[in-house]
């Protein structure tokens, strides 16, 4: 089975980049998609984007769109998330996913630990 980990997250300042790493253990990634979801204190959790493997198509959610970037590199067998111009409503724990291509969390059935972002104003 696939094992998710991610690494990345941190305290930035807001306006400043961060770039999330999900490397995917255990098992090559060729037949999932990459999900990235986020969860703020007292939220449930949305969907960010997602990027199929094999073909590198990506979808964002319409907020992230511009900003936020999804890449992979599969020799690696790691996604990246690059975040810019970062806002404080953006603190939340990113969660990366394994599955289908599509933005329901119920679409995914690996998950990472998530690593925590915090934008400070």
């Known amino acids: 089975q696939v094992q998710l980990v991610e690494s990345g997250g941190g305290l930035v300042q807001a306006g400043g980049s961060l770039r999330l790493s999900c490397a995917a253990l255990?098992?090559?990634?060729?037949?999932?998609?990459m999900g990235w979801f986020r969860q703020a204190p007292g939220k449930e959790r949305a969907f960010v984007g997602a990027?199929?493997?094999?073909?590198?198509?990506?979808y964002y959610a319409e907020s992230m769109k511009g900003r936020f970037t999804l890449s992979r590199d599969i020799a690696k067998n790691t996604g990246y998330l690059q975040m810019n111009s970062l806002k404080p409503e953006d603190t939340a724990v990113y969660y990366c996913?394994?599955?289908?291509?599509?933005?329901?969390?119920?679409?995914?059935?690996?998950w990472g630990q998530g690593t925590q972002v915090t934008v400070s104003s």
């Open positions: 255990g098992e090559n990634f060729n037949n999932y998609a």
């Open positions: 990027i199929s493997w094999r073909e590198g198509n990506t």
């Open positions: 996913a394994g599955g289908l291509f599509g933005r329901t969390a119920q679409m995914y059935e690996r």
